[in-house]
């Protein structure tokens, strides 16, 4: 019977899909079932006596390990975002269950983990987030999915290009996406913000230097301009910049030369140009703080960033790739964020906009090493903050709060024009009315059609 029983196992063991493997009490393994030769490529003959860490190569092997916590404690665990490296150096995500290996009278012997690999499940995670990417850009909102939609039409052409957007919300990351869309991918990106340095530090980082073009330069340095040859340059916060630098800047876009300080002969340059910046260029010509000329000559094609705060459905995405990037880096294993978290999140209303979340689940991830993310994990400012604002129903329902929350700003920010508001989120009237309705927004009696 035992030995039925035995066969029995063993046949159950080779023909599950999940690995299976056994150690004794100095981590050796004792068994490997055919499901874990296939996820990790090493034959059981050559894992059977070894000490799984070697044959795993796991984030759990040090620190984190599930079979030594269940060796150690006596009960099982489970985790569900590690993964191991097979025998070709490829990273597998996996999740894993581990258990005592007792013997008949009851005796510990050893362990034993199950592993499933989540290859395809990570697989089909990213075609999924591909279809809301830009290279590094991740959006549902629609306004972004209407620039993704341009972007590579827009990388194609070589015409300057004006990013506009709140300090925070990727002005950089767009312009990298269109310079690695572009046919310059394969030269230089480099990127200057232009409100940081005073005129003099700026013409001589951009343009380079001669030797003996003043006290201390002794040998000569190319500028930015020169770095990025048949590549591509950002001028990051462009309307910091003076009238004096901006008459430089439009002759050098002009003429598509530029002159190093201390130089008699001017460089040629073979540069696309992107400029950005957090404020309203149109406004600032139009109270003579911002050069007209320079204005059109950048302003060939303008992109404009929402805030997070317009686009809140993209949290719980933008969150989950935030943990994904720092357990790589951190080598980490947390699994996401309960609701609770994700629902003070939502009420937030994000002034320093993606970089602001970014930081906020950079700090979570100093207090949190495995697991999901809590309330407690995060800026106590922000939790105060929020859980005031949050309302009665956010932790549980976060995407339905942050909808209501979104709609209601677009409806104050419209006056109540139901038609404004529906073009505004992208969506169409009819739409609008059915979510109002079922997400019991209450609205006032006035439409901001009518005057009255």
């Given at each position: 019977?035992?030995?039925?029983?035995?066969?029995?196992?063993?046949?159950?063991?080779?023909?599950?899909?999940?690995g299976?493997?056994?150690?004794?009490?100095?981590?050796?393994?004792?068994?490997?079932?055919?499901?874990?030769?296939?996820?990790?490529?090493?034959?059981?003959?050559?894992?059977?006596?070894?000490?799984?860490?070697?044959?795993?190569?796991?984030?759990?092997?040090?620190?984190?390990?599930?079979?030594?916590?269940?060796?150690?404690?006596?009960?099982?665990?489970?985790s569900?975002?590690?993964?191991?490296?097979?025998?070709?150096?490829?990273?597998i995500?996996?999740?894993?269950?581990?258990?005592?290996?007792?013997?008949?009278?009851?005796n510990?012997?050893?362990?034993?983990?199950?592993f499933?690999?989540?290859?395809?499940?990570?697989?089909?995670?990213?075609?999924?987030?591909?279809?809301?990417?830009?290279?590094?850009?991740?959006?549902?909102?629609?306004?972004?999915?209407?620039?993704?939609?341009?972007?590579?039409?827009?990388?194609?052409?070589?015409?300057?290009?004006?990013?506009?957007?709140?300090?925070?919300?990727?002005?950089?990351?767009?312009?990298?996406?269109?310079?690695?869309?572009?046919?310059?991918?394969?030269?230089?990106?480099?990127?200057?913000?232009?409100?940081?340095?005073?005129?003099?530090?700026?013409?001589?980082?951009?343009?380079?230097y001669?030797?003996?073009?003043?006290?201390?330069?002794?040998?000569?340095?190319?500028?930015l301009?020169?770095?990025?040859?048949?590549?591509?340059?950002?001028?990051?916060?462009?309307?910091?910049?003076?009238?004096?630098?901006?008459?430089?800047?439009?002759?050098?876009?002009?003429?598509?030369?530029?002159?190093?300080?201390?130089?008699?002969?001017?460089?040629?340059?073979?540069?696309?140009?992107?400029?950005?910046?957090?404020?309203?260029?149109?406004?600032?010509?139009?109270?003579?703080?911002?050069?007209?000329?320079?204005?059109y000559?950048?302003?060939?094609?303008?992109?404009?960033l929402?805030?997070?705060?317009?686009?809140?459905?993209?949290?719980?995405?933008?969150?989950?790739?935030?943990?994904?990037?720092?357990?790589?880096?951190?080598?980490?294993?947390?699994?996401?964020?309960?609701?609770?978290?994700?629902?003070?999140?939502?009420?937030?209303?994000?002034?320093?906009?993606?970089r602001?979340?970014?930081?906020?689940?950079?700090h979570?991830?100093?207090?949190?090493?495995?697991?999901?993310?809590?309330?407690?994990?995060?800026?106590?400012?922000?939790?105060?903050?929020?859980?005031i604002?949050?309302?009665?129903?956010?932790?549980?329902?976060?995407?339905?709060?942050?909808?209501?929350?979104?709609?209601?700003?677009?409806?104050?920010?419209?006056?109540?024009?139901?038609?404004?508001?529906?073009?505004?989120?992208?969506?169409?009237?009819?739409?609008?009315?059915?979510?109002?309705?079922?997400?019991?927004?209450?609205?006032?009696?006035?439409?901001?059609?009518?005057?009255?």
């Open positions: 019977m035992d030995t039925f029983t035995q066969n029995t196992t063993e046949i159950i063991l080779e023909s599950i899909s999940d299976v493997f056994t150690v004794d009490h100095e981590w050796k393994i004792m068994s490997f079932n055919h499901a874990a030769e296939k996820i990790t490529g090493i034959s059981r003959k050559d894992a059977i006596g070894r000490h799984c860490w070697n044959v795993f190569r796991s984030n759990m092997c040090q620190d984190e390990c599930a079979l030594k916590k269940t060796m150690q404690e006596g009960k099982s665990f489970f569900s975002s590690t993964y191991i490296i097979n025998s070709r150096k490829k990273r995500p996996t999740t894993v269950f581990t258990s005592l290996l007792k013997d008949k009278n009851g510990i012997i050893g362990g034993v983990e199950t499933r690999d989540h290859s395809l499940v990570e697989e089909l995670r990213k075609k999924l987030y591909d279809s809301f990417q830009m290279g590094d850009m991740i959006s549902r909102s629609q306004a972004m999915r209407n620039i993704f939609k341009i972007l590579p039409k827009v990388s194609q052409s070589d015409s300057t290009v004006l990013i506009r957007g709140e300090t925070g919300t990727g002005k950089e990351l767009i312009a990298k996406a269109i310079h690695d869309l572009s046919p310059r991918k394969d030269n230089p990106f480099v990127a200057i913000n232009c409100g940081a340095l005073p005129d003099t530090l700026l013409e001589s980082e951009l343009f380079g001669k030797a003996g073009a003043f006290t201390h330069a002794t040998k000569n340095k190319p500028g301009f020169a770095t990025a040859h048949k590549g591509t340059i950002l001028l990051d916060e462009i309307g910091d910049t003076s009238p004096s630098f901006q008459v430089k800047l439009l002759r050098i876009l002009e003429e598509k030369a530029f002159l190093p300080l201390g130089a008699v002969k001017k460089e040629k340059s073979d540069i696309r140009v992107i400029a950005a910046t957090n404020k309203n260029l149109s406004k600032m010509v139009d109270a003579n703080t911002f050069r007209q000329d320079l204005f000559r950048i302003n060939v094609v303008q992109l404009k929402p805030p997070l705060r317009q686009k809140m459905e993209d949290i719980p995405l933008l969150v989950d790739h935030f943990i994904a990037s720092l357990n790589k880096i951190r080598g980490k294993s947390v699994s996401g964020i309960d609701k609770t978290a994700l629902g003070i999140l939502m009420a937030h209303d994000y002034p320093g906009n993606i602001e979340l970014e930081n906020i689940i950079e979570a991830f100093v207090l949190c090493s495995k697991g999901d993310i809590t309330k407690e994990h995060l800026p106590s400012t922000l939790t105060r903050q929020s859980m604002e949050i309302e009665d129903n956010a932790s549980q329902f976060p995407l339905k709060a942050a909808e209501i929350k979104v709609i209601k700003a677009f409806l104050r920010k419209n006056n109540y024009d139901r038609k404004a508001t529906a073009k505004d989120l992208g969506i169409d009237k009819s739409t609008l009315f059915r979510k109002i309705n079922k997400l019991g927004i209450k609205l006032p009696k006035i439409d901001g059609r009518f005057k009255r």
